[in-house]
T-cell receptor
């Protein structure tokens, strides 16, 4: 079963625009991660946000976490063609420590040149 | 190489055959994970090792699935009597095994097709 659900399922934008995707989850967590998957580089970790953090930045990425709403968002600013990929949120499978991950179904992002 | 490697990259099996998928984690990584990814879906957790100990196998879909990591490094995922529903990409990941949230590094996957 998959805990996280990304929204939208698919998103197509013009290069240079910002892309926002959302993730909702069901149970309490102590951290949430975002991963990107494309055919060229496989599944790659983007950013981790802990439950006591509300916002985190990494380069063109901005992640927010609202534990009261059990939701997270990923914003990619100034999108590039290379950002075309599927994006997944992932939460701890069980305990929250060094643990397997439960992924959502993903948002498929297409950046139009 | 510096990354996680998996072999074979592609495997075609006839229904009922046994298959073995190999994962070479990043050197020094304590934790190793297996996931199954069906077409158009996110990866689904199968099992987790810390060194040679299999700490969580709650995601294995049936007793036809078996994983081992006997020396705490290379791992093998074995599927016995393969069925068509086993067709998927099998991903292996490794991490340092820190006490707490940890970045997982994924291999390229093995695409299994069961005919």
């Amino acid at each position: 079963s998959q805990q996280g659900e990304e929204d939208p399922q698919a998103l197509s934008i013009q290069e240079g625009e910002n892309a926002t995707m959302n993730c909702s989850y069901k149970t309490s967590i102590n951290n949430l991660q975002w991963y990107r998957q494309n055919s060229g580089r496989g599944l790659v970790h983007l950013i981790l946000i802990r439950s006591n953090e509300r916002e985190k930045h990494s380069g063109r990425l901005r992640v927010t976490l609202d534990t009261s709403k059990k939701s997270s968002s990923l914003l990619i600013t100034a999108s590039r063609a290379a950002d075309t990929a599927s994006y997944f949120c992932a939460t701890p499978h069980s305990g929250g420590g060094a643990d397997g991950l439960t992924f959502g179904k993903g948002t498929h992002l297409i950046i139009q040149p | 190489g510096a990354g996680v490697s998996q072999s074979p990259r592609y495997k075609v099996a006839k229904r009922g055959q046994d298959v073995a998928l190999r994962c070479d984690p990043i050197s020094g990584h304590v934790s190793l994970f297996w996931y199954q990814q069906a077409l158009g879906q996110g990866p689904e957790f199968l099992t987790y090792f810390q060194n040679e100990a299999q700490l969580d196998k709650s995601g294995l879909p049936s007793d036809r699935f078996f994983a081992e990591r006997p020396e705490g490094s290379v791992s093998t995922l074995k599927i016995q009597r393969t069925q068509q529903e086993d067709s998927a990409v099998y991903l292996c990941a490794s991490s340092l095994g820190l006490a707490g949230p940890d970045t997982q590094y994924f291999g390229p996957g093995t695409r299994l097709t069961v005919l």
